[in-house]
């Protein structure tokens, strides 16, 4: 990108995303449906107006870190803990069943060859790329419904931050089998020191918010302050302890959600997360999108890789929860809410070319789930949410719609 490209750029994804944007309010799908459509049509594989750059990597990653922060901000801790060991087993379960069902995909269409042989072992990465939830289109379309704070909303969150999590330490055992130098025991110890570490800190900065609180209330230092620990824990995760840094910006929402000013800091948070980050992270998905090299069986395989990754989603995690005394409407809101993807399995893939553990072609299989999964996950939990009245407060640690800052922005 020559040095002023990037301003272009911004101001395609900008204009296009909220053309896109309203005009799926206008049909009644959530923004980001709208958003994600718009980076396919300027991306590679439509009119090309906008390629793919480091510099749009690194503004849709703060936007997801973003978004994650303001889902810990805006996150019930009441009913975080009352959810947290159901949260454990949907998130248990959501990994297990993706991961034998991609697992049996490869073996249906490629075999499985001898255990431990290099085939059975790319079939198992197949399933491993399956696991990851992406939970930043669920906490987007959440907000826009007004949700997030809900009991269903917080479960899907802890749900999906949880999930991601095992996937990580699934991800290092299966590469572990391939690189005899990899230790899987260590992404386990790395994870255990992470909340260890993530407690500590936790306590220390809340005491300290809490008297900046008290001293200058509504202040704008309070946010910035907050920003700075979110950057810090989501650094601190990836390069400390091997976490995802959605995890560390999902920490530090969660150290500051019982302040007095949360939700002032969370509006404040939204402010760039709305007008900015957020719609470069939404249209950069449909901008790495490439149709390109598309043979007939790798398109089968595809259309196979999508469905199975959705489903085993929604029917491990939805059944789980269903098993768990959850209404059939609640347990499907589960299970979609936890069947999108996104840069936690390209991050995984990538993982497994550079080990030699995937072929380069499965990438427009990952992309393609990608693409499908967050264009179908807002719609269909739109349509759930239909005809529901509205939350109540103290039901279940939910708020009105109208508290939350997100909503009233994002219908500007």
């Known amino acids: 990108m020559d040095k002023i490209g990037f301003f272009r750029d911004l101001a395609v994804i900008f204009l296009c995303a909220k053309v896109m944007g309203l005009a799926a309010q206008k049909l009644k799908a959530p923004q980001v449906v709208g958003e994600i459509i718009a980076g396919l049509l300027i991306g590679p594989s439509v009119f090309g107006w906008v390629s793919q750059s480091d510099f749009l990597s690194m503004m849709a990653e703060i936007g997801v870190?973003?978004?994650?922060?303001?889902?810990?901000?805006?996150?019930?801790m009441r009913d975080l803990l009352k959810t947290g060991p159901k949260a454990l087993l949907i998130a248990c379960v959501g990994v297990l069943v993706p991961l034998c069902g991609g697992t049996l995909l490869y073996g249906a269409f490629y075999g499985f060859g001898d255990f431990g042989s290099d085939k059975f072992l790319s079939a198992v990465f197949i399933g491993t790329i399956m696991t990851a939830t992406s939970v930043g289109i669920t906490v987007q379309t959440l907000k826009e419904l007004g949700r997030l704070k809900s009991h269903i909303g917080t479960l899907i969150t802890s749900a999906a931050i949880i999930d991601d999590v095992i996937g990580?330490?699934?991800l290092t055992f299966v590469v572990g089998f391939k690189n005899p130098d990899s230790n899987p025991l260590d992404v386990v110890l790395h994870t255990g020191l992470f909340i260890v570490f993530a407690f500590g800190v936790g306590i220390v900065t809340y005491y300290g918010f809490k008297f900046i609180d008290k001293r200058w209330p509504h202040q704008r230092r309070v946010p910035i302050f907050g920003l700075a620990l979110c950057m810090f824990l989501a650094y601190a995760?990836?390069?400390?302890?091997?976490?995802?840094?959605?995890?560390g910006a999902y920490v530090a929402g969660l150290i500051l959600c019982s302040l007095h000013d949360s939700n002032y800091i969370a509006r404040k948070i939204d402010v760039s997360s709305y007008m900015m980050f957020g719609p470069?992270?939404?249209?950069?998905?449909?901008i790495k999108t490439q149709f390109e090299g598309f043979s007939s069986d790798l398109l089968l395989f595809s259309l196979g890789f999508v469905a199975v990754a959705l489903l085993t989603k929604v029917v491990g995690c939805g059944l789980t929860a269903k098993l768990m005394k959850y209404s059939l409407s609640d347990s499907l809101k589960?299970?979609?809410?936890?069947?999108?993807?996104?840069?936690?399995?390209?991050?995984?893939?990538?993982?497994g070319l550079s080990v030699g553990m995937m072929d380069a072609k499965y990438f427009t299989s990952v992309i393609l789930l990608i693409i499908v999964s967050s264009?179908?996950?807002?719609?269909?939990?739109?349509?759930?949410?239909r005809g529901e009245p509205d939350e109540v407060p103290g039901a279940d640690g939910a708020v009105p719609p109208s508290d939350n800052?997100?909503?009233k922005t994002a219908s500007v």
């Open 65 to 76: 870190i973003l978004l994650m922060f303001g889902a810990g901000i805006e996150t019930n």
């Open 280 to 286: 470069v992270f939404f249209a950069s998905i449909g």
């Open 405 to 407: 800052g997100v909503q």
């Open 334 to 351: 589960v299970g979609v809410g936890m069947m999108t993807r996104g840069e936690v399995a390209l991050i995984v893939a990538q993982k």
């Open 375 to 385: 264009i179908s996950t807002p719609i269909i939990l739109k349509l759930l949410y």
């Open 237 to 247: 995760a990836e390069e400390f302890f091997g976490i995802a840094d959605i995890t």
């Open 168 to 170: 990580i330490i699934v």
